[in-house]
C-alpha cells in the first residue's frame, strides 16, 4: 500500500502580508488617498490602516506625501518667477497669508430711520407748506391721477375757509 503523504496543519493566523515600501512611498507622492493606495497594492483599505502604525510604512506614506508637495512647490514657485500672475497670486496667498489674503471684513452698522426721518424733518422746516401749497397750485405736479379736478377742489376748500 501506499503511503499517505501527511500535510502539515495550518498555523493559526493572518497569512503575513508584504508592503511593498517602495512602491509605498511612490504611490503617496503621487497624491493618492489611503484608500486608493490600498487598492494599488491590493490589500484592503483596513490592512494598510492598521500598518500604519509600523514605522517604516508612516515613514514612507510621509516622505511620498512630502516629495510630492516639494515638487509641486517648486513648480508653483518656478511660475510664480516667471511672472505667471495666478501662480504669484496663490504662492503668495499661502506662503504669507497675513499680507496676501482675501480680506473680507465685516462692519456692523444699524440705522434708526425714526431719527433720520427727524432729522429730515427739523432740516426741512416750514419749507414742506411751501412745497405742499404749490403742488396744489400747479396740477401738473399732483399724484391723485385726476389731474387738475382734485386740486381746484382743494382750492376751493382753501378760500372757503379764508372768507
Not at 22 to 45: F, H, K, P, T, Y
Not at 71 to 100: C, H, Q, Y
Request: hydrophobic content about 35%; charged content about 30%; overall charge positive.
Amino acid at each position: 500500500m501506499e503511503q499517505k503523504e501527511q500535510k502539515l496543519p495550518k498555523k493559526p493566523g493572518r497569512k503575513p502580508i508584504n508592503i511593498d515600501i517602495v512602491e509605498l512611498e511612490r504611490l503617496a507622492g503621487m497624491g493618492l488617498s489611503e484608500r486608493q493606495i490600498a487598492s494599488a497594492l491590493d490589500i484592503s483599505n483596513s490592512t494598510l490602516t492598521r500598518k500604519k502604525h509600523i514605522k517604516q510604512i508612516e515613514h514612507a506614506l510621509k516622505k511620498g506625501r512630502a516629495k510630492a508637495v516639494a515638487l509641486v512647490s517648486s513648480k508653483l514657485f518656478d511660475n510664480a518667477m516667471e511672472g505667471k500672475e495666478t501662480s504669484a497670486i496663490f504662492f503668495l496667498k499661502n506662503r504669507d497669508p497675513e499680507n496676501w489674503k482675501d480680506r473680507q471684513e465685516v462692519i456692523n452698522a444699524s440705522i434708526n430711520l425714526n431719527d433720520v426721518i427727524n432729522v429730515a424733518k427739523t432740516r426741512i422746516g416750514g419749507s414742506m407748506t411751501n412745497i405742499i401749497d404749490a403742488k396744489e397750485i400747479n396740477p401738473l405736479h399732483t399724484s391723485d391721477g385726476e389731474g387738475g379736478q382734485l386740486v381746484s377742489k382743494k382750492l376751493q376748500e382753501k378760500n372757503k375757509v379764508k372768507s
